[in-house]
């Protein structure tokens, strides 16, 4: 991964993005796609899902930036769709292999529907999600043939 890249996801986080936004907002830069819906559309899948700690907020970005260069306009498009869902399937199996989950809660051991959890994960994000942005991004980035 460039240096670029991994500048701006670190960048992205001491601006205050969470994990989600984090990685869409790198990805779709390495595109050159800008809206103002970015980072709006992620804000609420960091935390696994609203800090309820379920599927990884970096995952869920992967999977939009994914929606992004895969995903239909129409609902008759089902080859735009099925591309599209054979490429979350291979991240999150990668991901998967790799972490051996995909659940917020257990990839950073932190409860974040609680103060002192949320208290924690901010503490060791170095630790913990810093990695499972930047593969995220590599790894969509890989997939997507960028």
């Not at 991964?1 to 996801?9: A, L, P």
């Not at 129409?74 to 399937?89: I, P």
Request: glycine fraction near 10%.
């Amino acid at each position: 991964m460039s240096d670029k890249i991994v500048k701006k996801m670190n960048m992205l986080h001491i601006e205050g993005f969470n994990c989600s936004e984090s990685v869409l907002l790198a990805i779709v830069s390495e595109w050159g796609i800008s809206s103002e819906l970015i980072p709006r559309l992620a804000t609420g899948f960091g935390g696994g899902m609203g800090r309820q700690g379920y599927v990884c907020g970096a995952l869920a970005g992967g999977i939009m930036a994914i929606g992004i260069r895969y995903g239909r306009d129409k609902g008759s498009d089902v080859l735009a769709r099925d591309k599209s869902y054979a490429t979350v399937r291979e991240l999150f199996s990668r991901f998967r292999t790799e972490f051996r989950t995909i659940e917020c809660s257990e990839l950073t051991g932190c409860d974040l529907t609680t103060p002192e959890g949320v208290a924690k994960h901010n503490l060791a994000y170095q630790d913990t999600c810093a990695k499972y942005i930047a593969r995220v991004v590599e790894l969509v980035l890989e997939l997507t043939n960028q």
